[in-house]
């Protein structure tokens, strides 16, 4: 009889689904898969962003908290409101940690606040638009902002209010009042129910941002090597690491997708001469259109990890092909790796060897796997919450994609050029010459070729499965968020929450990496974890003779 600890992935897939009801553990089997090495891996599929098996206590969230906590919340001078009952608004308020900067003391920055219709059983009964159009009244009364957002909760698409049209007559409304004080006004169908996951949120966010704002301001700004950073939210200050080392690069940032943004980068992303995509799975909508429209390439990057931010920097620095910046991008290399190489040789010894497994969001899961072996940690098991199929094997499985009922009602936008500003950024011959030289272009290769051989890539993870992997494999670490954090760490292994770092962070660029390294050593080398077991359990009652 093998013991716990020596049983193959296989036999702990087999372990963990035998306890379902048949049908479950059919739709589980589909998305729980064994790394079988790199060519068997080339033509198993996983199944991902399906519907949620009900009562499985997922990790999963909606599509409002996609669209507005995601992509809309780290974004300081636009007035989020949240049109719906009290609950949505409140339990999103501050509460992913998104940083920013206002710069001025006198620049808007509403990302303290919390709006919300907080409507009540009146408003559903007689609906809702009426109290949104006085909330907008006063948003703008009070603050005289840039913009305002409307995002609809799970209520609001039942009883049929129109948050569009009140959007646009409140638009015109209030532009015609002030002239010289234009406030755009959009409105996100971002109800909770859409989808199956916060996945559906992302992409009506990407939709409508570029089709009321991006694009709005067309005038190129100061500055050499303009980029766009697409997908990266400033979570612990992710974005401040890497607007430094870009600026120590000589790299400009155009816009930010959306992390320490403002409204106006939204509206010039257009003008940028190149995109860098982090987070894969929240932002390649925007990625795609702005190419489609104005001939802006994309590639994939990765800020997390000392080795994979030199990569990303070599890999913007050829793309511009221009000798000063190349050799400006190595001199900051060598110059910051000075740290992070001192670093490692103090930790790395106390960390090398140990595991690691990360079930988080829909891009933290693969790209933190960088920092756990840089670390000289394995990771051997990792999965998403509400990533595609692409994510996992890469966007050459995107034709093969079949959308079934429960996301067909996610609109897909048809962009075509802009006559007036198309523009490629490279000629057909740079393309190629880059491409002969390694560069992929609109290419994601997915988290399962970076992984290794005998791991378990899980989908939609649930709370059983991760206690049972824990008795199972015992990690010396887990990454996932909140709601697993106290459950986990009352099996006795520590869990380090990717979503809010723990109030820790930054965690992106070099610095990030310094920091994550400190942190990986001191949670999984923490003496807490051997006192969990009581003495007198672990030993047996000490006896004694009474001697007379
Ligand atoms: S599922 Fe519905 S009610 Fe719950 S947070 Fe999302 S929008 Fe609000």
Redesign the pocket.
């Known amino acids: 009889m093998p013991t716990k600890k020596a049983m193959t992935p296989a036999e702990v897939k087999e372990e963990i689904l035998k306890r379902y009801p048949t049908k479950v553990a059919r739709k589980r089997d589909k998305q729980f898969l064994v790394h079988e090495g790199p060519e068997a891996m080339q033509t198993k599929d996983i199944q991902a962003n399906v519907r949620t098996i009900p009562g499985i206590i997922t990790q999963r ?5 996609g669209c507005k906590g995601v992509i809309l919340g780290p974004t300081r001078d636009i007035v989020n409101i949240t049109h ?2 009290i ?2 608004g409140f ?2 308020w501050l509460t992913r940690r998104n940083q920013t900067d206002a710069s001025a003391p006198d620049a808007a920055n509403y990302m303290t606040y919390c709006f919300s219709t907080d409507m009540t059983e009146h408003d559903i009964v007689f609906g809702g638009m009426n109290k949104l159009r006085q909330a907008v009244q006063e948003a703008y009364d009070l603050f005289k902002p840039r913009a305002i957002a409307i995002f609809s ?2 209520p609001v698409g039942l009883i049929g209010d129109d948050v569009h049209a009140v959007a646009r007559e409140m638009k015109e409304k209030l532009n015609a009042i002030d002239p010289n004080h234009k406030v755009n006004i959009f409105a996100f169908s971002c ?3 859409k989808g199956v996951s916060q996945s559906a949120g992302h992409h009506i966010a990407n939709n409508q941002i570029f089709t009321h704002v991006v694009g709005e301001e067309m005038k190129r700004p100061e500055g050499k090597y303009l980029i766009n950073m697409l997908g990266e939210y400033n979570i612990g200050g992710d974005a401040f690491e890497i607007e430094r080392i870009l600026d120590k690069c000589g790299i400009t940032l155009n816009s930010s997708f959306s992390g320490n943004s403002t409204y106006e980068q939204f509206a010039r992303a257009g003008v940028a001469d190149l995109n860098c995509v982090m987070c894969h799975r929240s932002i390649n909508y925007v990625a795609d259109m702005m190419e489609t429209k104005w001939g802006i390439p994309w590639i994939k990057v990765n800020f997390i990890g000392a080795k994979s931010t030199a990569k990303s920097l070599r890999k913007i620095a050829q793309y511009f092909g221009d000798k000063q910046l190349i050799d400006r991008v190595e001199e900051v290399i060598a110059e910051e790796m000075k740290n992070v190489d001192a670093t490692l040789a103090d930790v790395k010894p106390r960390t090398t060897g140990k595991t690691a497994m990360l079930f988080v969001g829909g891009s933290r899961a693969h790209h933190y796997q960088d920092l756990f072996k840089e670390l000289g940690m394995r990771s051997i098991g990792a999965g998403y919450e509400f990533a595609h199929r692409d994510d996992y094997e890469g966007r050459r499985v995107i034709p093969d994609i079949k959308v079934d009922a429960d996301s067909r009602n996610i609109e897909e936008l048809h962009i075509e050029q802009d006559p007036a500003n198309y523009n490629p950024r490279k000629t057909d011959e740079e393309l190629k010459q880059l491409e002969a030289a390694g560069f992929e272009f609109k290419e994601y290769a997915g988290l399962i070729p970076d992984m290794d051989k005998d791991t378990l890539i899980i989908d939609d993870i649930n709370s059983w499965e991760t206690e049972k992997l824990i008795e199972i494999m015992k990690p010396d670490i887990f990454c996932a968020g909140i709601k697993e954090k106290y459950a986990v760490e009352k099996l006795g292994v520590p869990l380090k929450q990717l979503h809010n770092y723990d109030m820790g962070g930054p965690y992106a660029g070099f610095k990030g990496a310094v920091n994550y390294y400190l942190e990986i050593d001191r949670l999984v080398n923490s003496k807490i974890w051997s006192y969990l077991e009581a003495p007198w359990d672990k030993e047996p009652e000490l006896s004694a003779t009474y001697v007379g």
């Open positions: 969230g909606c599509t409002y908290a719906g009952p609950g949505c339990y999103s909760t799970c109800e909770g129910y």
